[in-house]
């Protein structure tokens, strides 16, 4: 019972730092859902973003060679497990990361699978997210249910359709899926939406067209967009290339980041309780190997610094070793009179006693050299 309250305590210390969570699903197969989730999330993360992404597709994870990670591997410590950084602001984390090679079968049982998923949440470091992306196997089995009911009912689905009725009448049982279990549906985007001819441009409608849009009308949620076939678009995947980079203005990129806009107006209204930190403060930043450390936990020396917000300088930086007791940090800093500490990560409670502490804690930072973290902070890059 112990066990399973810790579980639960650091799911729950996940999921409050992650303001939006977002669930790509489909009850069709072959959609093109996990080429778009990946999309969306790169996205998010070139506007700048923090983004998670988590693949949950146990018996099919595409998403590593959707982004050219497929060769990747995860860190794996006693506490936790490091994410894939596929840029600065988006890590990724999927079963494909753990498989010894591409061509091993999954079996695993459905309990199986909600344990797995759990663990994809509560011990992996995602830190302060913006937007976690997690994209499910079609239909509305284990993994999409486990995913809804581990994230909560904040989770928001948003629906992947091709325009033919064979998809139509499947996709509709996801949005019943997703109001059964009380979340709200995003809205809908309807895939593979004609395809034009390199030659002489005419729109081919190879699946039909607008069955997407019909089925939004009808189950009264948003459309957002058509996202037409594209041959580069297929190359650009199998190469592990995003094509919203890749590829930026093609018609198929402009809808995706029309899309991508959709959903930051999710965060229009975001507020945030962060103290305003003015003036000479002593800034702290966690530091294992020379750089900034993922875990304040496992941090072997501390960055010390003086810095002036107002006029955005830094001075007397100096390398103290960390205090061998990772509990008696927030003391250890306390004496040393800091009041802003950058880290990747935090121990469950840790964040309360700093905060009771007075001390401003930014967390989430990606890798980089200590004191570039803190020149960022000044320039108001990162966020507490």
């Given at each position: 019972m112990q066990e399973l309250n810790m579980e639960e305590m650091r799911l729950q210390r996940t999921l409050r730092r992650i303001r939006h969570k977002v669930v790509v699903m489909s009850g069709k197969g072959g959609v093109g859902k996990s080429t778009f989730a990946v999309n969306l999330a790169a996205g998010l993360a070139l506007a700048g973003k923090r983004v998670g992404l988590i693949d949950?597709?146990?018996?099919?994870?595409?998403?590593?060679r959707l982004l050219g990670l497929h060769n990747a591997r995860v860190t794996i410590e006693k506490d936790y497990i490091e994410p894939v950084r596929w840029s600065g602001n988006l890590s990724v984390m999927s079963l494909g990361f753990l498989l010894p090679d591409m061509e091993q079968a999954v079996?695993?049982?459905?309990?199986?699978?909600?344990?797995?998923?759990?663990?994809?949440?509560?011990?992996?470091?995602?830190?302060?997210?913006?937007?976690?992306?997690?994209?499910?196997?079609?239909?509305?089995?284990?993994?999409?249910?486990?995913?809804?009911?581990?994230?909560?009912?904040?989770?928001?689905?948003?629906?992947?359709?091709?325009?033919?009725?064979?998809?139509?009448?499947d996709v509709r049982r996801s949005i019943s899926?997703?109001?059964?279990?009380?979340?709200?549906?995003?809205?809908?985007?309807?895939?593979?939406?004609g395809i034009a001819c390199s030659q002489c441009g005419h729109l081919e409608e190879l699946f039909g067209k607008g069955g997407g849009e019909d089925l939004a009308q009808e189950m009264e949620i948003p459309f957002l967009g058509a996202v037409p076939l594209d041959p580069q678009v297929v190359r650009s995947g199998d190469k592990g290339l995003v094509f919203v980079q890749a590829k930026p203005d093609s018609a198929a990129a402009n809808v995706v980041m029309n899309v991508v806009r959709e959903v930051l107006a999710l965060s229009d209204n975001d507020s945030t309780d962060t103290p305003e930190v003015t003036g000479s403060v002593k800034v702290a930043v966690t530091m294992a190997g020379?750089?900034?450390?993922?875990?304040?936990?496992?941090?072997?020396?501390?960055?010390?610094?003086?810095?002036?917000?107002?006029?955005?300088?830094?001075?007397?930086?100096?390398?103290?070793?960390?205090?061998?007791?990772?509990?008696?940090?927030?003391?250890?800093l306390t004496e040393h009179g800091v009041n802003v500490l950058i880290t990747g990560g935090l121990a469950a409670g840790m964040d309360k006693q700093l905060q009771s502490a007075g001390i401003t804690c930014v967390t989430g930072i990606p890798d980089c050299p200590p004191e570039e973290a803190v020149q960022d902070w000044l320039k108001g890059k990162l966020t507490a």
């Open positions: 949950v597709d146990v018996h099919g994870p595409s998403v590593p079996v695993w049982r459905g309990p199986v699978k909600m344990g797995f998923i759990r663990q994809l949440l509560s011990d992996v470091v995602w830190g302060d997210l913006d937007y976690l992306i997690a994209d499910c196997p079609p239909g509305t089995g284990d993994e999409p249910l486990s995913v809804m009911q581990l994230l909560g009912p904040e989770a928001k689905g948003l629906i992947v359709t091709t325009p033919q009725a064979v998809a139509i009448d899926f997703c109001r059964d279990l009380g979340n709200p549906v995003l809205g809908l985007v309807e895939n593979m939406s020379g750089e900034l450390c993922r875990h304040a936990g496992y941090c072997e020396h501390v960055l010390l610094a003086e810095a002036d917000v107002s006029q955005g300088t830094i001075s007397n930086q100096q390398t103290v070793p960390a205090p061998e007791d990772s509990t008696t940090l927030p003391a250890w």
